[in-house]
């Protein structure tokens, strides 16, 4: 992609809207605009960002056995009167009524919906274990939206739904997304740690909070040290034991501040005391909805029972601000390969002078070939004003092109994350990115 016909609104200003450094950065980088409260269209660079995170989050989901489906946003009321929901929730969600005075809601979250996909296509415990995920745009109407994607109204989630014959099978259910979530934001350069957490509107017993520590995050959290330079495992059998890596996780205190006390038992010296973003949340909360919603599958000894449900939410737009907020420096954004929108920023110092030009071609199509996504400025911009675009986008890798380092057979090339800069031939260079 060349800067000069690439869509990047870029701002020098810090926009005095915003309050952390995240949304400050994601709207200086051109990665988002607000549309209304809450409410944000996402550009190009900002796009290509989420549907990476996405990616990661897909691949990690089907490794676990999960399928991805596609529900709609909109929901029809009735569904929530079943459950028993539609007079709970309150003024988060977002009520509309359609042409023929029918009640219809923008789902805040899809149990509902999703049960009633099962109840009308699952009859037999043969058919179990299932896991359905989507990854889509949900509405809640938050009292305070605030720091950007953090906290929107209208924002993307991952959202995975089990269904499994009795609680056992479900509790796996339930570690398989624990080792998958524990996976998922390893590849994105977190450190999520997984807390007990309190069940809220979802309802359900067994519950863990992912969170990453940060200051800006709107949590107190409360967890052993020791959690922090956790490995977490590489290769997987998910049809395999999986309790030993969820028991080693949980077996070390951590804990939101609604779950916190007194009696924690972690020596003094040890206990993080800080603040987290909630990225993710796990659920398993057995016949919560079936049973009122008459989900029930027929079981090996002929009779009928309630299926055991569970459900897993991962913020997918959140976590753009949630890995800004753990990555960046003075200059700008700092991504971790995994997500960045372009793994290379070319610069050419000198467009226009014709051996560096065509050094700077011949990279970029190699780099093509190779594979490795590159975002070519070959805008006439002072140097100066190039490098600090290029540090402010936060590519993971800059190539600097200019006619002293050609002349000599060399261009640089510099790691954006410890600003660590080197001169090597275009071949050494390209041996090196790709
Ligand atoms: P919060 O405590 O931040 O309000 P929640 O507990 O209400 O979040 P869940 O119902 O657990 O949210 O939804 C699953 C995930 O969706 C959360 O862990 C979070 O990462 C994300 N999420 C929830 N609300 C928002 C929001 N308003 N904007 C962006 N992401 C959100
Ligand atoms: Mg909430
Ligand atoms: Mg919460
Ligand atoms: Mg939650």
Same mark, same amino acid.
């Given at each position: 992609?060349?800067?000069?016909?690439?869509? %990047?609104?870029?701002?020098?200003? $810090?926009?005095?809207?915003?309050?952390?450094?995240?949304?400050?950065?994601? &709207?200086?980088?051109?990665?988002?605009?607000?549309?209304? !409260?809450?409410?944000? *269209?996402?550009?190009?660079?900002?796009?290509?960002?989420?549907?990476?995170?996405?990616?990661?989050?897909?691949?990690?989901?089907?490794?676990?056995?999960?399928?991805?489906?596609?529900?709609? @946003?909109?929901?029809?009321?009735?569904?929530?009167?079943?459950?028993?929901?539609?007079?709970?929730?309150?003024?988060?969600? &977002?009520?509309?009524?359609?042409?023929?005075?029918?009640?219809?809601?923008?789902?805040?979250?899809?149990?509902?919906?999703?049960?009633?996909?099962?109840?009308?296509?699952?009859? *037999?415990?043969?058919?179990?274990?299932?896991?359905?995920?989507?990854?889509?745009?949900?509405?809640?109407?938050?009292?305070?939206?605030?720091?950007?994607?953090?906290?929107?109204?209208?924002?993307?989630?991952?959202?995975?739904?089990?269904?499994?014959?009795?609680?056992?099978?479900?509790?796996?259910?339930?570690?398989?997304?624990?080792?998958?979530?524990?996976?998922?934001?390893?590849?994105?350069? %977190?450190?999520?740690?997984?807390?007990?957490?309190? @069940?809220?509107?979802?309802?359900?017993?067994?519950?863990?909070?992912?969170?990453?520590?940060?200051?800006?995050?709107? *949590?107190?959290?409360?967890?052993?040290?020791?959690?922090?330079?956790?490995?977490?495992?590489?290769?997987?059998?998910?049809?395999?034991?999986?309790?030993?890596?969820?028991?080693?996780?949980?077996?070390?205190?951590?804990?939101?501040?609604?779950?916190?006390?007194?009696?924690?038992?972690?020596?003094?010296?040890?206990?993080?005391?800080?603040?987290?973003?909630?990225?993710?949340?796990?659920? *398993?909360?057995?016949?919560?909805?079936? @049973?009122?919603?008459?989900?029930?599958?027929?079981?090996?000894?002929?009779? $009928?029972?309630?299926?055991?449900?569970?459900?897993?939410?991962?913020?997918?737009?959140?976590?753009?601000?949630?890995?800004?907020?753990?990555?960046?420096?003075?200059?700008?954004?700092?991504?971790?390969?995994?997500?960045?929108?372009?793994?290379?920023?070319?610069?050419?110092?000198?467009?226009?002078?014709?051996?560096?030009?065509?050094?700077?071609?011949?990279?970029?199509?190699?780099?093509?070939?190779?594979?490795? !996504?590159?975002?070519?400025?070959?805008?006439?911009?002072?140097?100066?004003?190039?490098?600090?675009?290029?540090?402010?986008?936060? %590519?993971?890798?800059?190539?600097?092109?200019?006619?002293?380092?050609?002349?000599?057979?060399?261009?640089?090339?510099?790691?954006?994350?410890?600003?660590?800069?080197?001169?090597?031939?275009?071949?050494?260079?390209?041996?090196?990115?790709?």
């Amino acid at each position: 992609m060349r800067l000069s016909r690439y869509f %990047l609104p870029t701002l020098k200003e $810090t926009p005095s809207e915003a309050e952390i450094v995240s949304h400050r950065l994601m &709207l200086r980088a051109g990665l988002i605009r607000q549309h209304a !409260s809450g409410i944000y *269209s996402w550009l190009p660079l900002g796009l290509r960002v989420l549907r990476a995170i996405e990616q990661v989050v897909r691949e990690e989901q089907d490794a676990a056995g999960a399928q991805e489906i596609l529900m709609p @946003t909109i929901q029809s009321a009735e569904l929530w009167r079943e459950s028993g929901r539609y007079d709970d929730y309150g003024k988060e969600m &977002l009520r509309i009524v359609d042409r023929h005075e029918r009640d219809m809601l923008y789902g805040p979250t899809h149990e509902e919906v999703v049960t009633d996909i099962f109840r009308k296509n699952i009859k *037999s415990y043969k058919d179990l274990p299932k896991n359905l995920y989507q990854i889509h745009w949900k509405f809640r109407d938050e009292v305070r939206p605030r720091f950007g994607v953090m906290r929107g109204r209208e924002f993307l989630m991952k959202d995975a739904y089990s269904f499994d014959l009795d609680a056992e099978a479900a509790r796996r259910a339930y570690y398989r997304m624990f080792v998958a979530y524990l996976r998922t934001f390893r590849r994105l350069g %977190l450190k999520a740690i997984p807390m007990a957490a309190d @069940t809220g509107p979802i309802g359900g017993k067994l519950s863990h909070e992912f969170i990453i520590l940060a200051d800006t995050g709107e *949590s107190a959290v409360f967890c052993h040290r020791a959690l922090l330079d956790k490995d977490v495992p590489a290769n997987v059998d998910y049809d395999g034991a999986l309790e030993p890596i969820f028991d080693e996780w949980t077996s070390l205190y951590a804990a939101t501040d609604e779950k916190h006390g007194p009696d924690h038992g972690v020596p003094e010296g040890e206990l993080i005391s800080a603040r987290g973003i909630e990225v993710g949340h796990i659920f *398993s909360f057995g016949t919560k909805y079936s @049973t009122p919603m008459g989900a029930t599958v027929t079981a090996q000894d002929g009779s $009928t029972v309630p299926v055991y449900m569970g459900s897993y939410g991962i913020g997918v737009s959140r976590l753009v601000g949630a890995i800004i907020e753990a990555s960046h420096d003075d200059a700008g954004i700092i991504w971790p390969d995994s997500v960045a929108p372009f793994q290379v920023g070319l610069i050419n110092l000198k467009v226009g002078d014709a051996e560096t030009d065509a050094v700077v071609a011949d990279l970029e199509a190699r780099l093509r070939a190779a594979g490795v !996504s590159v975002l070519f400025d070959d805008t006439d911009d002072r140097p100066g004003a190039k490098f600090a675009t290029m540090d402010l986008i936060g %590519l993971p890798w800059q190539v600097i092109v200019g006619p002293k380092g050609v002349a000599r057979g060399v261009v640089e090339l510099k790691r954006r994350a410890t600003g660590e800069r080197e001169e090597l031939s275009v071949e050494s260079a390209l041996a090196r990115l790709s």
